[in-house]
């Protein structure tokens, strides 16, 4: 293998797994991070985020000195970004409507970081979920850094740097099983960049690299997020009809998938995560005209969060109903789960978080948390009590299911008032 030393740039969910199964292959990983606090507790063979068997990986990699955290890039023989990619808002030209756009400025932060150090025949390897274009505007910041080297805009196959783009297609909760496992699309500016990063994932990587060009590598990832979006949004837009109808949709969509050929996805408060509820936008904000199902798709997962806290509302209003003798500000309102999915600490984009936000802003009662994966909420709820399931069981009045963590589909709940997004009370 022609390289020797790695370094990953962004320390957080893929990051952080990336780094750690290339150090557990005998590789020498240098990880960088803005976070000082993630430097430092990576540095003493811990990890600050919630994924299984990550803990072990980073102890053995820092143990047996494969792994070092740093804050500022060293030099290395390949480079991973693997920083985040959120939207900013702004208004479409065609239609003047408000369209998210991407905000690429951590990896032009990033690029320009490790442009410092590069050297020839070095490889950049762009992670972050994109959208068209990102990899060869990459490119571009880094030939603007260093006039000294060339990149594969300027010389093709005979540059002396290489870049490529292949996004991240695991799952949290089990990034480091489907990072071996999972088939990985390989979208190099030449041929010979994508060449060089399959030399390097199959280092660890089991599945099969599949080469295509930086742009369509680029779509691939946000077509599959799309493509779920999609799915759920008929779900979500389902659970709303079968309010409407005082229909069961979970029973509902247990009958429709007795057929052989229907597949639908279960409903919930709304879409979250860093893929998902964010991929789209990369997409609608290229194509605005041409991506109408995709932009609605977005809109009616977008509206859900508002629909549940309809939902607490009312409930809140029966509760004093049939208690005429509390106030508003006697009721409680206990919220069961903020991660953004089952089983994990990751908040980011989740619909749960905002939910029970606009809760405790509007409620003049008491509200409380329940996350089994965290142990202290984050700033936006510094006025929410975090407790415990028991706790939460016992003192609330309103019980508002918001994530299906196995900790809650172990109860039976039979409180009065409940409102139950995911159908397991």
């Known amino acids: 293998m022609s390289f020797n030393t790695i370094s990953v740039i962004g320390l957080g969910y893929i990051g952080l797994p990336t780094a750690a199964m290339f150090a557990s292959r005998k590789i020498k990983v240098i990880g960088v991070d803005v976070n000082q606090h993630a430097v430092d ?44 990619t959120p939207f900013k808002a702004s208004k479409s030209k065609e239609s003047g409507t408000e369209i998210p756009e991407p905000d690429l400025t951590y990896i032009k932060s990033a690029a320009k970081a490790i442009a410092v150090v590069l050297k020839k025949g070095d490889l950049v390897i762009l992670e972050s979920t994109s959208p068209v274009g990102a990899t060869e505007q990459m490119a571009e910041w880094l030939a603007e850094a260093r006039s000294d080297l060339s990149f594969p805009q300027q010389a093709g196959e005979t540059a002396d740097v290489n870049v490529a783009h292949c996004p991240e297609r695991v799952l949290p ?18 041929a010979k960049c994508s060449e060089r990063a399959i030399e390097l994932y199959k280092a660890f990587v089991k599945g099969e690299c599949v080469t295509t060009n930086a742009r369509t590598a680029e779509m691939a990832k946000l077509t599959e997020n799309s493509c779920r979006d999609v799915q759920i949004a008929f779900a979500n837009e389902l659970s709303i009809i079968c309010d409407k109808l005082d229909i069961d949709v979970w029973e509902l969509i247990s009958l429709a998938n007795r057929h052989p050929r229907i597949n639908i996805l279960q409903p919930g408060p709304g879409v979250g995560g860093h893929c998902i509820a964010v991929d789209p936008w990369f997409i609608v904000s290229k194509t605005p005209e041409q991506a109408q199902l995709i932009h609605t798709a977005r809109k009616v997962n977008d509206a859900k969060p508002e629909w549940v806290i309809n939902k607490v509302k009312l409930a809140i209003a029966d509760f004093l109903q049939a208690n005429p003798n509390k106030t508003v500000k006697e009721v409680t309102v206990a919220c069961y789960g903020l991660a953004f999915k089952p089983n994990i600490d990751d908040l980011r984009e989740s619909p749960a978080l905002e939910i029970t936000k606009h809760i405790a802003n509007f409620h003049a009662g008491t509200v409380i948390a329940v996350e089994p994966n965290i142990n202290q909420l984050p700033y936006q709820l510094e006025n929410i009590e975090l407790l415990s399931l028991d706790g939460a069981i016992n003192s609330a009045d309103v019980h508002v299911l918001l994530v299906d963590h196995t900790e809650f589909k172990s109860l039976s709940v039979t409180a009065d008032y409940i409102v139950d997004t995911k159908g397991i009370w």
């Open 41 to 84: 507790t990576i540095n003493r063979g811990q990890i600050h985020i919630v994924e299984p068997d990550l803990d072990m990986l980073v102890h053995a990699a820092v143990t047996e000195g494969f792994l070092k955290a740093v804050t500022t890039p060293e030099p290395a023989d390949a480079f991973l970004i693997a920083v985040p």
């Open 173 to 190: 909760g089990h990034v480091v099983r489907e990072l071996v496992d999972n088939d990985r699309v390989i979208g190099g500016m030449t």
